[in-house]
Nanobody, 125 residues
Framework: QVQVLETGGGLVQAGDSLRLACAAS????????MGWFRQAPGKEREFVAA????????YYADSVKGRFTISRDNAKNTMYLQMNSLKPEDTAVYYC??????????????????WGQGTQVTVSS
């Protein structure tokens, strides 16, 4: 079984920064990619960013380009999401997702087989 754990959420003010971390552990496997999704109250889960484990290609939702940066530490099997210039509309539960298979659609939640429990990010105006 694979465990996925997000950390780093919290309450911040608009314009502040926050860094989320996601650690994957458990049975030995090779992550193909890891990604971040978020879900605000009353809204569907949406793609935020993703990173390929090998090669490091990165993908971002238009809404976060230029403000969020995704990165990884292969040795620690950990992924990070640096969030700068946060806005109230970034308020959501942020979920880490892991895929051990090749992904054809980075923004599709169905492509990821393992999920964390989520961490709350609240941005006040």
């Amino acid at each position: 079984q694979v465990q996925v754990l997000e950390t780093g959420g919290g309450l911040v003010q608009a314009g502040d920064s926050l860094r989320l971390a996601c650690a994957a552990s458990g049975r030995t496997f090779s992550s193909y990619a890891m990604g971040w999704f978020r879900q605000a109250p009353g809204k569907e889960r949406e793609f935020v960013a993703a990173i390929m484990w090998s090669g490091g290609s990165k993908y971002y939702a238009d809404s976060v380009k230029g403000r969020f940066t995704i990165s990884r530490d292969n040795a620690k099997n950990t992924m990070y999401l640096q969030m700068n210039s946060l806005k109230p509309e970034d308020t959501a539960v942020y979920y880490c997702a892991v895929s051990s298979k090749r992904i054809s659609s980075w923004a599709s939640a169905y492509e990821y087989g393992y999920w964390g429990q989520g961490t709350q990010v609240t941005v006040s105006s």
